[in-house]
């Protein structure tokens, strides 16, 4: 059964443009969520998304945006970038059953912004 | 909201001894607690999780942890490391009603293991 996959793996970017990140869910799995790593902040939740409905958004600005397709794939975009937005992005996904709870990560997307 | 406080950011261990790491954790809500071990370059994987029942959570790897809800902690051990086990390991936690999947990570503790 193949993991959570999110592309690219590395990505360099200049400060100003803009930038599409994907997160390919594992079969089955309708839940996707994405998150920031940093070193300064650590691991910060950027949204939620089931069945194409975005559910829950993190405190982020509006730079900050994600969708999710009928196949449970899911992308973020991140425009006018900013120093400040380098970091490792993490997607999850996830069955959502109640009382069974568990997230998988991808191996992430590294975003440098120079 | 959920806030999830891990006081140690850095464990250093000799191989074979014992180790903890400490996770406290706050909420209006009962929530669901998980561990989760991230290595270099990698994304996180999890160790054990603790959604009801019995309070001592067995995982993979040979770590177990502890729900204790009156000191709102979920401490990771393990009774003898190896020099594998060096990564950042990472407390959350998510709401258990309300059918999100949104995580509440601490800070993370760098746990070092030497020869």
């Known amino acids: 059964k193949a993991g959570v996959t999110q592309t690219p793996r590395y990505l360099i970017k200049t400060r100003g443009q803009q930038v599409t990140l994907s997160c390919s869910p594992i079969s089955g799995h309708r839940s996707v969520s994405w998150y920031q790593q940093t070193p300064g902040q650590g691991l910060q939740f950027l949204f939620e998304y089931f069945s194409e409905t975005q559910r829950n958004k993190g405190n982020f600005p509006g730079r900050f945006s994600g969708r999710q397709f009928s196949n449970s794939r899911s992308e973020m975009n991140v425009s006018t970038l900013e120093l400040g937005d380098s970091a490792l992005y993490l997607c999850a996904s996830s069955l959502l059953v109640p009382g069974n709870t568990e997230a998988f990560f991808g191996q992430g997307t590294r975003l440098t912004v120079v | ?115």
């Open chain 2, 1 to 115: 909201a959920q806030s999830v406080t891990q006081l140690d950011s850095q464990v250093p261990v000799f191989e074979e001894a014992p180790v903890e790491l400490r996770c406290n954790y706050s909420s209006s809500v009962s929530v669901y607690l998980f561990w989760y071990v991230q290595y270099p370059n990698q994304g996180l994987q999890l160790l054990l999780k603790y959604l009801s029942g019995s309070t001592l959570v067995k995982g993979i790897n040979g770590f177990e942890a502890e729900f204790n809800k009156s000191q709102t902690s979920f401490h990771l051990r393990k009774p003898s490391v190896h020099i594998s086990d060096t990564a950042e390991y990472f407390c959350a936690v998510s709401p258990a009603q309300g059918g999100s999947e949104k995580l509440v990570f601490g800070k993370g503790t760098k746990l070092t293991v030497n020869p």
